[in-house]
């Protein structure tokens, strides 16, 4: 079945979600924070048509996209319901990096509550970036570009890799200091048990975790906002941060608009020249009163995030969430979102991964794929669906990328259909990011030939297959949401399910045990609406 064709995958999850329409979160929040951000591909900095073997590969970036004609992923040059669809002249596919994982993340909670995720708040990205990859790093600063790929069950089509990592922080001590002002939702939402209760237990382990270099400020915000801690040395000061911390107390309603304005006009106040400038907003994203559009709010901070490089980033607790507003204020506030569902994922996110959140590797990353239209007829990027940037835009420096830190890596994955006996070069996939100092620009390119397309998914790399499974899942979870068309290959849920546990006793890896999980309870909550449906 062609990736522009729809599986029927009906009766079940449609009576289910219609029964549960009325109660189904409202947008999730991508939650998110954390201050900051091989396979057949072979690294090059190049562009003037040739890789380092000499083989023939695209110019990147080709000229504007030509009009009249279907974009990738447009739903005109993705369907495929004809034995030979017409290809789209357009070659190119162009998008802003994101490491963002919070819609995985309150998927498993939603799944783990019992309820059938919004189709609307599934972003198959955040699901593929999940997965710890072993893409091979590069030596310096900037990023490694790997391209690998295997043919699917389903005709022509095949599953294309694309990943890009960056080089891991020798040591704790080799990053900047650290100014972080967080925002914290104190509104009556956040009483419930794993929101602020949570967030405080994060902070104050944080807190005794952070250098003494680093700084903290604290602003709260219900009806009103108010900065309860102004920017802080923490030195011998962390008994007066904890102080502040453990004062916090849920109040009234949900000013977001005010707490990002009032957090922003902190960070500005308390700016550290030499250090990195972050603010951490830690809400459920229900915003109730003031400002409530995502755009309004940007407009009102955008003067801090131009001349003094502040970026925003979001962390999601509790069961139900604002995701529209928060992924947008995350995306455009040139930030990073993720989700924390209890305990051990919040000490995770504040803790753990804390080196790599709060450094900086690249600014206003972008990455853009060339295509051979000798050897591809179709193709389709799975996800990235806000990230798209115009293929012209890709050298254009002043066109907003993403913040990528150090030791992160970054998933894109494509369906692919290729022309009946097609062999050659199959893709160029090109990585272009500004230095964090300097904003000099800096490029990166792989590529892949058709010969290097593996026989097929399920018996490729291990890691291989776990970003299939996570990519399938999201699938499944969106089937609800008429604007996407399923994938190629895509396996029965039952079969999904069968194939993620296998993984996870092969790789004895926790977080893909806790993605076959997920997708067994996906399957139940199937299974459960079959036989409501029936009676």
Request: aromatic content about 6%.
């Amino acid at each position: 079945m062609a990736a522009g064709a729809g599986r029927p995958r009906g009766g079940a999850r449609t009576a289910i979600r219609r029964r549960q329409a009325g109660a189904l979160l409202a947008p999730l929040i991508a939650g998110a924070l954390l201050l900051t951000g091989c396979s057949a591909g072979s690294g090059s900095n190049s562009s003037d048509g040739a890789d380092k073997s000499g083989r023939r590969s695209l110019p990147l970036p080709a000229p504007a996209r030509p009009t009249g004609g279907a974009a990738e992923g447009d739903k005109q040059g993705e369907q495929s319901d004809a034995p030979e669809a017409t290809p789209s002249p357009d070659y190119l596919s162009t998008f802003a990096l994101d490491v963002d994982t919070a819609s995985y993340g309150y998927a498993r909670r939603t799944l783990a509550d019992g309820r059938v995720p919004d189709p609307a708040t599934i972003r198959p990205e955040e699901f593929v970036n999940s997965f710890r990859q072993d893409y091979r790093r590069p030596d310096g600063n900037g990023f490694s570009v790997s391209v690998d790929g295997a043919r699917t069950d389903d005709g022509r089509w095949s599953l294309v890799r694309v990943g890009l990592a960056t080089r891991p922080a020798d040591s704790e001590r080799e990053r900047p200091p650290a100014a972080l002002t967080f925002v914290i939702d104190i509104s009556g939402s956040m009483s419930e048990p794993g929101r602020l209760d949570l967030a405080r237990e994060s902070l104050d382990v944080m807190t005794d975790r952070l250098r003494d270099d680093d700084s903290i400020a604290l602003v709260t915000f219900s009806d009103e906002a108010e900065t309860v801690l102004p920017m802080t040395r923490l030195g011998d000061h962390r008994a007066r941060v904890h102080r502040a911390i453990d004062g916090l107390e849920p109040t009234d309603s949900t000013n977001l608009g005010a707490g990002v304005r009032t957090g922003y006009a902190t960070a500005v106040h308390g700016l550290r020249e030499g250090a990195t400038n972050r603010v951490v907003l830690i809400s459920d994203g229900l915003a109730n009163t003031g400002d409530t559009d995502a755009d309004t709010i940007l407009e009102r901070i955008s003067s801090a995030r131009r001349e003094h490089g502040i970026t925003l980033f979001g962390v999601g607790v509790g069961s139900d969430y604002g995701d529209a507003l928060m992924e947008r204020l995350a995306d455009k506030g040139d930030g990073h979102t993720t989700y924390v569902s209890g305990r051990d994922d919040a000490l995770t996110v504040f803790c753990d991964q804390l080196p790599q959140n709060i450094d900086l590797t690249a600014r206003d990353a972008k990455a853009q794929v060339a295509f051979d239209p000798e050897t591809v007829e179709q193709f389709r990027l799975i996800g990235y669906d806000d990230r798209k940037v115009a293929d012209q835009d890709f050298r254009d420096d002043k066109v907003d990328g993403g913040e990528v830190g150090p030791g992160h890596t970054v998933t894109a994955l494509y369906a692919v259909r290729t022309r009946p006996g097609a062999s050659g070069h199959l893709a160029t996939a090109t990585v272009r990011w500004l230095d964090p100092g300097t904003r000099a620009p800096h490029e990166e390119s792989g590529s892949l030939e058709t010969g290097d397309l593996r026989d097929g998914v399920w018996t490729s790399p291990y890691s291989f297959q776990v970003t299939a499974v996570a990519a399938y899942f999201a699938d499944d979870l969106r089937a609800g949401d008429a604007r996407w068309n399923s994938l190629p290959g895509v396996p029965p849920l039952a079969e999904l399910a069968t194939k993620a546990r296998t993984l996870a006793n092969e790789t004895e890896d926790k977080d893909v045990s806790a993605l076959a999980t997920a997708i067994g309870r996906a399957r139940e909550l199937d299974i459960c609406a079959d036989d409501c449906a029936t009676r």
